[in-house]
């Protein structure tokens, strides 16, 4: 059956990878990223795949452009029956004694803010049609302390909570929701975090080496379209009786993301 999905975030890295994979089955997919070339170009990578597409160029964590962004899709299609959230600012490394308040801010209006608007908008078009399935994304930062990664782990955190909320109280309108909690992928973010674990050895900071002598087989990262697989199975009937869940994915334990804990 086709359905409409909407993912957030969907221009590039885990949203794209969840875009293409998802194209493949025959479903519209409404690509929303904050450049519209960027949405435009994963719009059209869909596109090739056979499958319906709109871009449309959003900032999420304004609740005016969220709103507009729902009405365009209902235009286009009719509804929403999944949301997925992937939206994620990783904001610069540093300890929370200098933390600037602003940064703080942005980092909860971009990664939490963002998941109760559209999250709202969905809900308000899910209840009256009793079924929809919401799939957020939280992190391996949000399950335990990170020293530097303040403002990104308390929002990783809270969206494991909301999510949970979210599956509580739309269970009896027929909507699920659950969220993943990658360990490493493949992309910006993880070399963004590989860098900042290796400065900090450099100048001597409270972290474990890069160069971790891990046993057995190298680590693998998550890959996009691996956590579009996993997206995939969450929407079917097999992953139906999946709902409130903070699901960890990936070889999060064994990451170099994780070296600068020296009990892992």
Known sequence: MTQTILISGGGRGAGLGIATTLAGDG???????LDPNTAEAAAESVRLSGAESLAIAADVSDEGQ???MFRRTVERFGTVDVLINCVAWLDPAGPIVDLPTERWHKAIRTNLDSVMFTTRAALRLMYP???????????VSGTR????RASYGATKAAIINFTQTTAMEGREHGVRANCLVPGGIEGERTRA?????????REGGPVASEEVDYPGPPIQYLTPEWIG???RFLMS??????????IPI??????????????L
Do not use: T
Not at 129 to 138: A, C, L
């Open 66 to 68: 969220v709103d507009e």
């Open 27 to 33: 479903h519209n997919i409404v690509v929303a990223d």
């Open 237 to 246: 009937e097999d992953g139906s009786m999946i709902n409130g869940q903070a």
């Open 145 to 148: 302390g990170f020293p530097d």
């Open 129 to 139: 049609q009793k079924s929809g399935v919401i799939v957020n994304f939280s992190s």
């Open 250 to 263: 990936g070889e999060s334990a064994r990451s170099p993301l994780q070296s600068i804990f020296f009990d």
């Open 229 to 231: 697989r996993y997206v």
């Open 193 to 201: 975090l590989r860098e900042m674990v290796a400065r900090r050895a």
